[in-house]
């Protein structure tokens, strides 16, 4: 019996296979500079990595400055879609807030954070990287705060809330660059935890949370403050 003949698959637009073409010169540069760095990185190494030719990424992006910053675009919307993904999974937990900030912490600590410090080193005297590292860093930072709209509706839209998230970002970011240079991040962790606690409560002061209830029915303090920060540090093992 004849074998029926498989219908042909439909063939790519142009458009189509440009796009991949840019994904693949953008996913190689992010790839690279988490490799090389900015400076050893080059325009040749991205070709080669991403499987183009030279000439395919020069019609795409005739220059460094174009292609990386086409990349910071690119990191950032992955970093997101990374984030976005995993938001859900918070839905129902007893403390969205500690897992929140577990979650915050797996997109800053990794590759992908040491792409974006590599790119703020190099903006610093390049204007026109910085001029495209900036306004990605505030986006991402105003997509922290719908994500965190979304998990925890009307509370995350006070100015406590948000200086909060704001100050828990940049806390993150020194303690991810820290560890570019000190891979044993146990004290790291144990700062974390107790930054956990801090902004538990500062949360718990604003007028929109609804405090613990006991079996009792009646509504349970907040900690003070120095109870939460009285926690010894330096008594752990030395690093």
Same mark, same amino acid.
């Given at each position: 019996?004849?074998?029926?003949?498989?219908?042909?698959?439909?063939?790519?637009?142009?458009?189509?296979?440009?796009?991949?073409?840019?994904?693949?010169?953008?996913?190689?540069?992010?790839?690279?500079?988490?490799?090389?760095?900015?400076?050893?990185?080059?325009?040749?190494?991205?070709?080669?990595?991403?499987?183009?030719?030279?000439?395919?990424?020069?019609?795409?992006?005739?220059?460094?400055?174009?292609?990386?910053?086409?990349?910071?675009?690119?990191?950032?919307?992955?970093?997101?879609?990374?984030?976005?993904?995993?938001?859900?999974?918070?839905?129902?937990?007893?403390?969205?807030?500690?897992?929140?900030?577990?979650?915050?912490?797996?997109?800053?600590?990794?590759?992908?954070?040491?792409?974006?410090?590599?790119?703020?080193?190099?903006?610093?005297?390049?204007?026109?990287?910085?001029?495209?590292?900036?306004?990605?860093?505030?986006?991402?930072?105003?997509?922290?705060?719908?994500? +965190?709209? %979304?998990?925890?509706?009307?509370?995350?839209?006070? @100015? /406590?809330?948000? !200086?909060?998230?704001?100050? =828990? *970002?940049?806390?993150?970011?020194?303690?991810?660059?820290?560890?570019?240079?000190?891979?044993?991040?146990?004290?790291?962790?144990?700062?974390?935890?107790?930054?956990?606690?801090? +902004?538990? %409560?500062?949360?718990?002061?604003?007028?929109?949370? @609804? /405090?613990?209830? !006991?079996?009792?029915?009646? =509504? *349970?303090?907040?900690?003070?403050?120095?109870?939460?920060?009285?926690?010894?540090?330096?008594?752990?093992?030395?690093?």
């Amino acid at each position: 019996m004849k074998r029926p003949t498989p219908a042909p698959r439909p063939r790519s637009t142009q458009d189509q296979r440009s796009a991949l073409m840019r994904t693949k010169l953008l996913d190689a540069t992010i790839e690279c500079l988490a490799e090389k760095g900015y400076c050893r990185t080059t325009t040749t190494d991205i070709a080669a990595r991403a499987g183009v030719s030279r000439g395919a990424q020069l019609h795409h992006f005739p220059a460094k400055i174009e292609l990386v910053t086409a990349a910071v675009r690119h990191l950032a919307e992955k970093r997101l879609a990374d984030l976005r993904s995993k938001a859900p999974h918070l839905e129902g937990k007893p403390d969205r807030i500690s897992a929140g900030i577990d979650l915050l912490w797996s997109v800053f600590y990794g590759p992908w954070f040491n792409v974006a410090i590599e790119l703020w080193v190099a903006a610093r005297t390049d204007p026109s990287l910085c001029a495209a590292v900036f306004p990605v860093e505030q986006h991402m930072a105003n997509a922290f705060d719908s994500v +965190w709209r %979304d998990l925890f509706g009307e509370i995350a839209s006070t @100015s /406590r809330f948000r !200086d909060v998230l704001r100050l =828990t *970002l940049y806390i993150m970011r020194g303690m991810a660059l820290e560890g570019m240079l000190k891979k044993d991040d146990r004290r790291r962790r144990a700062l974390l935890e107790v930054w956990k606690n801090l +902004w538990s %409560d500062a949360v718990e002061q604003t007028s929109l949370y @609804s /405090r613990p209830i !006991d079996h009792s029915g009646r =509504t *349970l303090a907040s900690r003070p403050t120095s109870a939460l920060v009285a926690v010894d540090i330096e008594t752990q093992e030395p690093e």
